[in-house]
């Protein structure tokens, strides 16, 4: 049923590793994104990152590790009780980005971060890249895959990931890892915050 | 496969389908979970259908609004717009598994989204309106369409 594969998806942050997704299950993830990008389209380009080209990716992620952790803690993410096990899991999942097989970087133009108010293009960008890691997300559960997203929020990595994919005029919207999970997280806590009128 | 439509028949959706509908929203990704940032309203009755769609160009027996908090600073408050429009998906993916159809709507006019703040009472300076999501059965459209290649001889 549709609405276990969406309330089953979770961030994976341990995969098998060695176990390559399979090309029709990739295809399929693919077409779905396809449809999105039909409905709305925007300048947009997703690198599938494997094999030795990952390898590279790792040390550049590397890097970025200690600011997402303290951005965690800053932003209430992460608690101080939790801390302690949050970042041993960091420190497990940098030494290789988790052991997915494939990740997936999803490119578009977008504006600066330290602006506050964006210009609508640049939203319009930044909300169809979401939609597509959505669906990407969807469609690889759909397919017996799993995703996790790993964030980029320091302006220096992004760069130097830019650089390393040989691209200069798109901006990172996205990163996700693709492959089997090696670990199962809880069931998602939600609030129901619907309303009917 | 995903089912988009801009035109629905007006029909209801099923109580049942709708609370599926709904469900399928809640399991969009986010940092905080819980608290997740968002508030869906859903505007299904046809008083406030009709007041709405007055304002868009589709029209749909079913609303659905994704309305999401601004955040504190802007990597924030882009992460919850991010939310918002990934819920739109999980709608609209939900949707077409129940054979009915979505439009997704990611920047609304003006006049319509006034008016959404207005019917789902909730405050235009703590959100931001991510995404509509227009839900209801398509209009199939009868088209007869060919192309045939024929050799001979």
């Known amino acids: 049923m549709v609405l276990d594969f969406i309330k089953q998806r979770r961030t994976i942050r341990k995969y098998k590793r060695g176990l390559i997704p399979s090309e029709e299950a990739l295809e399929g993830i693919l077409s779905a994104v396809r449809v999105i990008y039909a409905q709305y389209p925007i300048p947009f380009k997703l690198y599938i990152v494997s094999g030795r080209p990952r390898l590279e990716l790792i040390p550049l992620m590397r890097q970025h590790y200690s600011i997402f952790i303290d951005l965690a803690i800053i932003g209430k993410a992460v608690s101080e009780e939790v801390r302690p096990v949050f970042e041993k899991i960091m420190v497990e999942f940098m030494k290789d980005l988790g052991g997915a097989s494939i990740s997936l970087i999803g490119l578009t133009k977008l504006y600066s971060w330290k602006e506050e108010k964006w210009p609508d293009w640049a939203i319009r960008n930044w909300k169809v890249s979401w939609m597509i890691a959505q669906t990407i997300m969807l469609y690889a559960k759909k397919n017996g895959l799993d995703t996790g997203s790993f964030t980029f929020s320091s302006a220096s990595i992004e760069e130097k990931i830019l650089e390393f994919l040989g691209e200069r005029d798109l901006n990172i919207a996205f990163a996700l890892n693709l492959g089997y999970r090696d670990e199962n997280p809880l069931p998602k806590d939600v609030e129901w915050k619907v309303v009917e009128i | ?153």
């Not at chain 2, 469900?23 to 709405?52: C, D, F, G, I, M």
């Not at chain 2, 994704?66 to 739109?88: D, E, R």
């Not at chain 2, 703040?117 to 235009?124: M, N, Y």
């Open chain 2, 1 to 153: 496969m995903l089912n988009f439509s801009e035109k629905f028949l007006d029909v209801p959706v099923e109580d049942g389908k709708l609370k599926i509908l709904e469900e399928s929203t809640l399991y969009a990704p986010h940092a905080l979970n819980p608290p997740q940032p968002w508030r869906v309203v859903v505007v299904k009755s046809p008083e406030r259908v009709r007041e709405l769609v007055k304002f868009h160009r589709i029209k749909s027996p079913v609303i659905f609004l994704f309305f999401i908090n601004k955040g504190v600073a802007t990597l924030n408050s882009m992460a919850n717009l991010a939310s918002g429009c990934a819920q739109a998906v999980n709608l609209a993916v939900q949707a077409s598994a129940l054979n009915l159809a979505c439009f997704i709507d990611i920047d609304p006019p003006k006049d319509f989204v006034d008016k959404a703040f207005e019917i789902a009472k909730i405050s235009e300076t703590e959100y931001d309106l991510s995404a509509v999501g227009f839900v209801g059965y398509p209009v199939k459209e009868e088209r007869e369409v060919f192309f045939e290649v024929e050799r001979r001889g």
